[in-house]
């Protein structure tokens, strides 16, 4: 069993590969919880919905428009994206 000072240790070593490897082996942490820290040191950033701005997962839709690469949740939502950066494109 893990004492709570025990499990705070491992967890503050999360940020290097073998204190995950520790957190993960003693229960301190869940093997998903390791992948979040991981992630998180490498600077990985959120996939966001041009048009909504909601959150991506795995399954997206992408467009270039006027040049730039945009992800988006629907194609509704990037046909509308596309439409106003054209209406933009116009002022």
């Known amino acids: 069993m893990v004492t709570e000072e025990q499990s705070k240790d491992k967890i503050g070593g999360a940020y290097s590969d073998e204190g995950r490897e520790d957190a993960v082996e003693s ?3 869940t093997v998903e919880e390791a992948g979040f ?8 950033k959120k996939a ?3 048009e ?11 467009r270039e428009i006027n040049g730039e690469l945009y992800e988006f949740c629907s194609e509704n939502h990037a046909e509308l994206f596309a439409k106003r950066k054209e209406a933009e494109k116009r002022i």
Not at 52 to 62: A, D, F, G, Q, R
């Open 27 to 29: 229960g301190a942490m």
């Open 48 to 50: 966001i919905c041009a």
């Open 37 to 44: 820290v991981e992630g998180y040191q490498e600077g990985e």
């Open 52 to 62: 909504c701005k909601t959150e991506l997962y795995e399954e997206t839709i992408e």
